[in-house]
């Protein structure tokens, strides 16, 4: 199986700030690689697909790169309704994985 | 609007049996891989089963392997998970999700359903 380590479990950030979140997987995934976000209410939405592809209507400040074993996610300038968690996930190979999720909360 | 929506949990004794139903609607169900993943209590996701377009194929982790059962039916556009033998740490919400065609993205998911299992 694919194990998928997530850094860091918590990230405090102020509104306009840019962050990354990372996410590593125990083999090479060939950057079969998505992006999930968890609102408080429990409403789950995709972000990014195949490492870097934007979902329909996510807005532009997401953007995901990396490659091999290698991954991240960045907002470019944090909004109030990007406050969440969030997961990486691989879809390399059966059974699929996810991360174990980063709580992105205001500072 | 693709909508998907969860029913059929509940508190059940270890041992016991479940089933969770999920009615889709808003798009073609019968051209869509699904699939069931869950959230334990203040945990990460885990994925559960995935299932083919006509239900022919499908995928389980270890965990749930040999006691879970995804179905569906395409007819009634629903989708379907026997849950038997429960353990205290099947307990958690349970979300039907839909793969994007030919991926094994989800691009939607449910509003989820708690299982409880407690004697």
């Known amino acids: 199986d694919i194990q998928m380590t997530q850094s860091p479990s918590s990230l405090p950030a102020s509104l306009g700030e840019r962050v990354t979140i990372s996410c590593r997987a125990s083999?090479?995934?060939?950057?079969?690689l998505n992006w999930y976000q968890q609102k408080p209410d429990g409403t789950i939405k995709p972000l990014i697909y195949?490492?870097?592809n934007l979902q329909s209507g996510v807005p532009s400040r997401f953007s995901g790169s990396g490659s091999g074993t290698d991954y991240s996610l960045t907002i470019s300038s944090l909004e109030p309704e990007d406050f969440a968690m969030y997961y990486c996930q691989q879809d390399a190979s059966f059974p699929l994985t996810f991360g174990s999720g980063t709580k992105l909360e205001i500072k | 609007e693709v909508q998907l929506v969860e029913s059929g949990g509940g508190l059940v004794q270890p041992g016991r049996s479940l089933k969770l139903s999920c009615a889709a609607s808003g798009f073609t169900f019968s051209n869509y891989y699904m699939a069931w993943v869950r959230q334990a209590p203040k945990k990460g996701l885990e994925w559960v089963a995935t299932?083919?377009?006509?239900?022919?194929?499908?995928y389980y982790p270890d965990s749930v392997k040999g006691r879970f059962t995804i179905s569906r039916d395409n007819a009634k556009s629903s989708l379907y998970l026997q849950m038997n033998s429960l353990k205290s740490e099947d307990t958690a919400t349970y979300y039907c999700?839909?793969?994007?065609?030919?991926?094994?993205?989800?691009?939607?998911w449910g509003q989820g359903v708690m299982v409880t299992v407690s004697s």
């Open positions: 999700a839909r793969h994007n065609i030919g991926t094994t993205l989800f691009d939607y």
């Open positions: 083999q090479g995934i060939s950057n079969n």
């Open positions: 195949y490492t870097s």
């Open positions: 299932i083919s377009t006509s239900g022919s194929r499908t």
